[in-house]
């Protein structure tokens, strides 16, 4: 399973021209309510902990600024839907290192469940220098998601311009990919449980 040539050359021509796309639909329905099913699932049966921020002896839980639940993905324990989500994945590591070079090893993925209220305050997902994470990878896995839910993903698109962002909408099959390093963003307070896949290509 493979995500389709069009949608490929979309994620790699954006990452060139702008650094991030946004891309809707890039899961059918069916399989996106399948990983929301797994995702619900496992938080149920208790598999999800509190997200934690900071790295090494300063890693800690810190709701005041993330409040997700998370449970890292895993061949092992993956369903058939979760298969098809890391071969299709599998297929834009490889097409992103064929056209950008980016030398990724591998993904890193965690659903990530946001309760009602929750949110994750401004941040990168890795300081320059200091880390692999290259590039972010969100799935959204939220049916009939409204104006006036909230949730929202704002991407800063220059750091020294707090008012330059676009605001995302976590709806179900939207996509969002873009370099780790370069784009502050945060999650802003959801009104409803919110729910995602969200991934990390790294190097060594
Ligand atoms: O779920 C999102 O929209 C973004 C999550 C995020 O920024 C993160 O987990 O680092
Ligand atoms: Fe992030």
Redesign the pocket.
Known sequence: MSFSGALLSQITDGLVDVGYVVIPDTFSAYEVAALAADCRQGWRNGLFHA?AVGRGEQERIAPDIRA?HVRWLDMETATPHQLTYLDKMESLRQSLNQSLYLGLLELETHF?IYPEGAF?KR?V?NFRGTGQRQI?T?LYLNEQWQLGDGGE?RIYLDESNADSYID?P?RAGTM?VFHSPRFY???LPAKRERM?L?GWFRTR
């Open positions: 997200a997700d990530a994750y941040h997902d972010t969100i993903l995302v976590p969002v963003h945060e999650v995602s969200t």
